[in-house]
């Protein structure tokens, strides 16, 4: 979500132009690039106890390790890195970003190809291995619920659908991808046989829950807050931000059977003057033992490299998307399928929403 | 100094001109420019087209979303209009002591920022948030009250920060009133709500207009609270136009809806300065 502020001192006419200008008006005045510095790294993640645990697994070693300065962003956005990337001004050297993304990024040229030379790739695991990007962990979308919230426990997709049975307001995230999917899995389709997915009969099942659909979350943390406060009593919600906040003692399940899988992956814009650097860094965060110490001890999210399972607890394991338990009740999500198709049906997910 | 150059400098308009350039130089750098470089960029993909203007027209979402855009921003500037005329002319009849207070309240008001007030609202209107779990207690209602992401909750936290653009520009003209006018009707045998209904509120109205016409249009480009505080159908042309930019990356069609709002904006200042008649906010000096 863009943080544009209105300003105070916009008059009357300025006031409406201003507004369509902010739209716009930050990324045609990007500030000139400074002098390419060897000596710090700008590294942009999703922020919350997710880049929390990157900060302690791999920023903090890097910086020891190297003496280079870790800088740290927030917020991923496709448009940000676009104008950074046409601009010529690439602030950011490393980004972590869904695959989804990354097949736009691709598509729109924006990333650096990965440099084997320097990212060693014979342990990793093949799903997270492409051209632009390297799987950096699984993680799963998953039907989330608060237990002290709800008598009963739900089982899957279905039960999330049941107002009935499972009374309460829900939250989904604020977008088509992956819902519609949920929606399919809880009208009975196959987990396995999802894709392509029927459109339609997607939305007509989305339409059924609508009204009990009290917030739409944008970030992982909002769908955290929202289901440990009590203001809504099952979420769609990323595992490893659940996980986190369970160990803090917060009631919250989670529900594997339908969740959805998918990678987030280390990539680099187009033009960075710090690509080599940048190459290092994710050579530097592929590592076993310290995907292993992100994955085993920090939050529950699925490493990708296959030697990580090695250094971590058999216990923790099962906590993680990529346990073969757990693998077998979720489907993989399918960012090739969505790429293409991204606009239109979010165009139709907004025209259904304000139907 | 040169006498001459001095002469030029020291003349009236030369002065004023000068006076101006930072401000044009500032507008023109910060504000024409990238509208025009966004007007170029609505209409070039790379060579000329009006598809994305067509775009909008064609799909029924758009105007949809335009017309909830309206909607939500007259409720709003409304029950600004409702709140704020009350208040602003009991601000403008108070002590200059208290009045002063309450200004100075107003615009400290206007410091914190609009994102904290959103989120404020969200920790006292949620589910068992201050609200609800009051009225439960009180035995009011028996069920949770939905109060946050609806119609209700972006009206509520839109009005309460424009607020102050309404009572600004009432209360300063309130102020400019002279107090014998209503006085003056009373002794010829009006009673005080009919000196105000005759009197008084109608020399009020210059800057009831500039209120609405600053709020509304404030309201019409709104993001942020409507993003926080709405629901599903809650959706603003700015939301839309934030999706276009962030989401999907289509830029070209994100600079023609921004094209679209700006216009229909513009269409409204002037339907609204041919009703109302702007120059009379000038001689206010409002």
């Not at chain 1, 700008?42 to 645990?53: H, L, M, N, P, R």
């Not at chain 1, 998918?262 to 690509?275: E, N």
């Not at chain 2, 500039?210 to 609270?225: E, K, N, P, Q, R």
Request: with cysteine; aromatic share 12%; net charge positive.
């Amino acid at each position: 979500m863009g943080k544009k502020k209105i300003s105070r001192r916009e008059f009357l006419k300025g006031t409406a132009a201003a507004t369509a200008a902010a739209a716009v008006g930050p990324h045609i005045f990007v500030r000139k690039a400074t002098a390419a510095s060897n000596k710090k790294l700008v590294i942009c993640s999703y922020g919350g106890s997710y880049q929390a645990s990157q900060r302690k697994a791999f920023f903090e070693p890097f910086e020891k390790a190297t003496g280079i300065k870790v800088v740290e962003a927030t917020g991923p956005d496709l448009a940000k890195i676009k104008a950074q990337v046409t601009s010529g001004n690439v602030e950011w050297d490393v980004v972590d970003i869904e695959s989804r993304i990354m097949y736009t990024a691709i598509t729109e040229n924006l990333l650096e190809p990965i440099d084997t030379n320097i990212v060693k790739l014979n342990t990793i695991v093949k799903p997270a291995i492409h051209k632009y990007g390297i799987g950096n962990i699984a993680f799963t979308t998953a039907l989330t619920y608060n237990k002290k919230q709800l008598k009963k426990a739900p089982k899957g997709w279905a039960d999330f659908w049941d107002v009935k049975n499972f009374p309460g307001p829900r939250s989904l995230q604020d977008h088509a991808p992956f819902n519609l999917e949920f929606a399919l899995i809880a009208d009975g389709v196959n987990k396995d046989k999802l894709y392509p997915l029927d459109i339609d009969r997607a939305f007509k099942k989305m339409s059924q829950i609508k009204g009990n659909i009290d917030a739409w979350w944008e970030s992982g943390a909002q769908s955290i807050q929202q289901l440990t406060s009590g203001a809504v009593v099952m979420s769609s919600a990323w595992n490893g931000r659940v996980n986190v906040a369970q160990s803090k003692g917060v009631p919250l399940e989670i529900v594997w059977d339908g969740a959805a899988y998918d990678w987030d992956l280390w990539a680099v814009p187009k033009g960075t003057p710090r690509k080599e650097l940048a190459m290092k860094f994710i050579q530097f965060a592929l590592d076993a033992k310290r995907q292993a110490y992100q994955c085993g001890k920090l939050i529950a999210y699925g490493p990708s490299n296959k030697l990580a399972y090695n250094y971590i607890e058999k216990a923790r394991q099962k906590q993680l998307p990529t346990y073969p338990d757990n693998l077998a009740k979720q489907f993989s999500f399918n960012s090739k399928w969505w790429q293409p198709r991204l606009n239109k049906l979010n165009e139709k997910w907004a025209a259904w929403k304000i139907s | 100094m040169d006498k001459r150059l001095k002469n030029i400098l020291m003349h009236p308009t030369a002065k004023g001109m000068l006076l101006l350039t930072p401000a044009l130089v500032a507008l023109t750098v910060f504000f024409v420019i990238p509208i025009l470089r966004m007007f170029h960029l609505s209409l070039f993909d790379p060579h000329f087209t009006i598809k994305y203007y067509i775009a909008f027209f064609q799909r029924p979402v758009y105007m949809r979303v335009m017309w909830i855009t309206v909607k939500i921003s007259l409720i709003v500037t409304a029950v600004c209009l409702l709140v704020g005329y009350p208040f602003a002319f009991i601000l403008s009849r108070a002590g200059e002591k208290l009045s002063k207070v309450f200004l100075v309240c107003i615009v400290l008001s206007m410091c914190i920022s609009l994102l904290v007030r959103n989120f404020s609202w969200i920790i006292i209107l949620q589910r068992s948030g201050i609200v609800d779990s009051f009225l439960m207690k009180m035995g009011i209602t028996h069920h949770h009250v939905r109060l946050l992401h609806n119609l209700f909750s972006v009206v509520l936290g839109m009005a309460e920060i424009l607020l102050p653009y309404m009572i600004l520009p009432i209360f300063s003209v309130l102020k400019s009133i002279d107090p014998n006018l209503p006085k003056a009707a009373q002794t010829m045998g009006a009673r005080p709500a009919q000196a105000f209904w005759w009197v008084t509120f109608p020399l009020s109205l210059p800057g009831v207009y500039a209120g609405f016409l600053l709020v509304f249009i404030m309201s019409l480009g709104y993001f942020i609270t409507p993003a926080l505080l709405g629901g599903s159908r809650e959706m603003m042309i700015s939301n839309m136009i934030a999706f276009q930019v962030q989401t999907v990356l289509n830029w070209h069609f994100a600079a023609s809806l921004s094209m679209i709002l700006l216009v229909a904006t513009l269409v409204f200042y002037t339907i609204f300065n041919r009703v109302v008649g702007l120059e009379k906010l000038e001689d206010l000096g409002v």
